[in-house]
């Protein structure tokens, strides 16, 4: 196996294997956020391609894969979609993928129509993203694997009879906080507010959005910002606020507690429940040794997260598309091998729906714990397989 890989903010590329005789190129065209505020997410996502590619040389049947990187800086969608089309018309890729925020996502997914090429999605959680073309599929989540059934624990097990609910105001933002609010309200309890908490690029002061809830008095507080930065404003702010002395429990996605960042929490963070597919933290064979290997690559001192688990599972999903289209890659033949397609993950086992092509995996109840010092990550209870409930509701653009 040899590994090239080229630094560059706007191109990139990481050439896996020299490839047996006769056996096809495949390029794959790589949307990610290498530079600005964003860049980390895009690095764990890099990493995680990476990491299955150097562990798995053998998974591409000899076919040689290059990988040509685009940096899509940030979430408008129009840098996204110049990348894409360059990537199509230019560079003539086999494959698309990366794509952390949902708006790049969303408007790069006609060119994906027009140019016919496949669109493995690595992170945008968007619930009717793949519908907006039918050569999309997804390795990641949507925002109703964790929202909707984090609305449902918090009123059964939690006691929630009331919530309040902050979101970033962009579309994975307004999905995640309909999505609680579904699950909520079938279990019984009773939104009070619904906040609009600024943009995803910058990271704003949520004093105002939380003293808002403070002064609501709700039992449970649902709060969904991008991962990173945002995340850990959110536990300062409500340390600040002092909302859980107050009597507020503060609830969300896994977003929140992202293992990158979930030591820069604070001791307010510790009890904190949320719903997610993924923590380094999970004792199963598969993600301890995946954890290991990363650590060996990366350094003692980093961790993967839910994005760059999604990094490796999404090579794990074109490798198994390029053997079984034997390197001459299509989109319907992508489509077709991924169907169906099963993959022991470190998150556990993931499928992509035939009917949706969108992922099924467990959704997790995480708790918060302190121990030996550091904050971590304990499942408390397990949906198993859950099926992305828009889709199977059939809720708005999910029709």
């Known amino acids: 196996m040899r590994l090239r890989n080229w630094a560059g903010a ?5 050439v896996l294997g020299a490839g047996s005789a006769g056996a096809e190129t495949v390029k794959i065209g790589v949307v ?5 505020g964003a860049a980390q997410f895009g690095e764990q996502i890099d990493r995680g391609m990476n990491l299955f590619m150097k562990q798995n040389a053998d998974a591409f049947g000899g076919h040689k894969v290059e990988l040509i990187k685009r940096d899509s800086k940030r979430p408008g969608g129009d840098i996204a979609k110049n990348a894409v089309k360059e990537l199509i018309t230019r560079d003539k890729v086999d494959i698309l993928t990366g794509f952390v ?6 408007a790069s997914a006609p060119l994906a129509t027009q140019g016919k090429v496949p669109m493995i999605i690595m992170n945008a959680g968007t619930a009717w993203i793949p519908s907006l073309s039918p050569y999309i599929a997804r390795v990641s989540f949507t925002m109703w694997h964790a929202g909707y059934p984090m609305g449902k624990y918090a009123s ?4 929630c009879k009331t919530a309040a609910i902050g979101f970033t105001d962009y579309p994975p933002g307004k999905d995640s906080r309909n999505a609680f609010t579904t699950g909520f309200e079938e279990a ?15 990271v704003p002061d949520f004093t105002p959005f939380f003293q808002r809830v403070k002064n609501a008095k709700p039992d449970c507080f649902y709060v969904f910002v991008p991962a990173g930065n945002h995340s850990v404003a959110v536990i300062k702010t409500f340390s600040t606020l002092g909302m859980k002395d107050g009597g507020i429990k503060l609830i969300g996605p896994g977003d929140i507690t992202q293992d990158t960042k979930l030591q820069s929490m604070g001791a307010d963070a510790d009890g904190m429940i949320t719903v997610h597919h993924y923590s380094a933290d999970y004792k199963t064979p598969t993600n301890l040794a995946f954890v290991k290997a990363w650590k060996e690559s990366y350094g003692a001192d980093t961790t993967p997260d839910f994005m760059g688990v999604a990094g490796y599972d999404g090579m794990a999903a074109i490798a198994h598309a390029i053997t079984a289209q034997g390197g001459k890659i299509s989109a319907e033949g992508t489509m077709k091998a991924l169907s169906g397609w099963t993959y022991d993950s470190p998150r556990g086992k993931i499928t992509i729906d035939p009917e949706t092509r969108d992922i099924i995996q467990d959704s997790n ?3 918060v714990v302190a121990k ?9 209870d397990t949906i198993p397989q859950v099926k992305d409930p828009c889709k199977a509701l059939k809720i708005g653009k999910c029709k």
């Open 101 to 106: 925020f949902s708006p790049n996502a969303m």
């Open 10 to 14: 706007l191109a990139a590329a990481l």
């Open 372 to 380: 030996d010092g550091k904050l971590m990550i304990e499942v408390i």
């Open 365 to 367: 109840v995480h708790k």
């Open 156 to 159: 059964e097990k939690l006691g």
């Open 32 to 36: 990610l956020t290498y530079s600005g």
């Open 188 to 202: 019984g309890g009773k939104v009070l507010e619904a906040i609009p908490m600024g943009g995803p690029r910058e």
